[in-house]
């Protein structure tokens, strides 16, 4: 089957249409590309900026036991506990409270 004039013709007008359209496509493939990048690096900037919640510790400190299986001695372990107590409660005696106080936040670098 032969091409005549007039069908040669007639591509040749519509040769530029289909060479947007082509550009077209690879243009919106590469332009989806960059989007999902910035949605992407946008989502990676904001789980670096936002505050995580902390993992369970378990008990922390609670859950240490002495080499003697957790039982305290007579001298050691229970006296020390109760004198960090005593100092706790003295220190927690002097210690003058202000109202405005951790309502203030300094986030300057």
Same mark, same amino acid.
């Given at each position: ?21 082509? =550009? ?13 990048? =910035? ?37 050691? =372990? ?14 927690e005696e002097e210690v003058i409270k202000d109202p405005a106080l951790g309502k203030n ?5």
């Amino acid at each position: 089957m032969a091409i005549s004039p007039i069908d040669l013709q007639t591509l040749f007008t519509q040769v530029d249409k289909v060479g947007k359209q082509e =550009a077209a496509s690879r243009e919106g493939a590469a332009l989806l590309h960059s989007v999902q990048q =910035a949605r992407i690096q946008q989502q990676l900037d904001e789980r670096i900026r936002s505050v995580n919640e902390a993992q369970n510790m378990g008990e922390g400190a609670e859950s240490i036991q002495d080499k003697n299986g957790g039982k305290p001695e007579h001298g050691g =372990a229970g006296r020390r506990r109760e004198e960090e107590k005593k100092t706790a409660e003295r220190e927690e005696e002097e210690v003058i409270k202000d109202p405005a106080l951790g309502k203030n936040i300094d986030v300057s670098l």
